[in-house]
């Protein structure tokens, strides 16, 4: 609620929309429970554009890791460090999300150009609660752990997005706009949240 709104009237507020707030959280609900804390060692699972990989950490110099097959290989001199590893697995993360948000970016602006939208610059920020956001100065911030949803699903956080330059609230014509723009919008946020935050 805003800075020194009465807390009576924020009570109201709440109580008129409780309806909505508990179908929310009872649809949030289906989704727990939520995967436990990643430990970063071999065997576990990651994921990378919609795709499941294994990890292996392997010792070895220099450091570096790499999607071989069907396993992403953590290279380090120190394989129980698992805190080198997260930092290692984390950076990877963040240098490959970069450059697949820039090229998903291409692939949305071919239909979102169409609308009057236009390139805006891409951030990366790792968020516990949204996939992105939009500000007013032609820029998008997405969440760097966006990346190991599917494309499509990438593909419609960037659309959402995009559709902000237009309309910066969820009213009528900004849903109009982003289903002119993606027709499928709530198959693939449907999809999306099934994605662990």
């Known amino acids: 609620a805003p800075a020194g709104q009465p807390l009576d009237a ?8 409780a309806h909505w707030i508990l179908r929310q959280r009872r649809y949030f609900q289906q989704f727990q429970p939520r995967a436990p804390e990643k430990r970063y060692v071999s065997g576990e699972t990651f994921y990378y554009l919609g795709r499941q990989y294994r990890l292996k950490v392997a010792e070895g110099e220099p450091r570096s890791v790499k999607l071989i097959g069907r396993f992403l290989t953590v290279f380090t001199p ?5 805190r080198a590893v997260r930092t290692q697995v984390q950076e990877w993360y963040k240098t490959h999300a970069l450059a697949a948000f820039e090229g998903r970016l291409d692939a949305c602006l071919v239909v979102a150009q169409r609308y009057g939208m236009t390139r805006p610059q891409i951030t990366l920020r790792r968020m516990t609660r949204r996939w992105g956001s939009s500000s007013g100065n032609g820029r998008i911030l997405l969440n760097t752990d966006l990346v190991t949803a599917p494309v499509h699903c990438i593909d419609y956080v960037i659309i959402h997005e995009l559709c902000h330059q237009k309309y910066r609230n969820h009213n009528h014509c900004f849903f109009e706009l982003l289903s002119r723009c993606q027709p499928d919008w709530k198959v693939r946020k449907e999809r999306l949240e099934r994605v662990a935050i």
Request: charged share 40%; proline share 0%.
């Open 10 to 17: 924020v009570l109201a507020k709440v109580q008129r929309r």
């Open 78 to 82: 120190n394989k129980a460090d698992n």
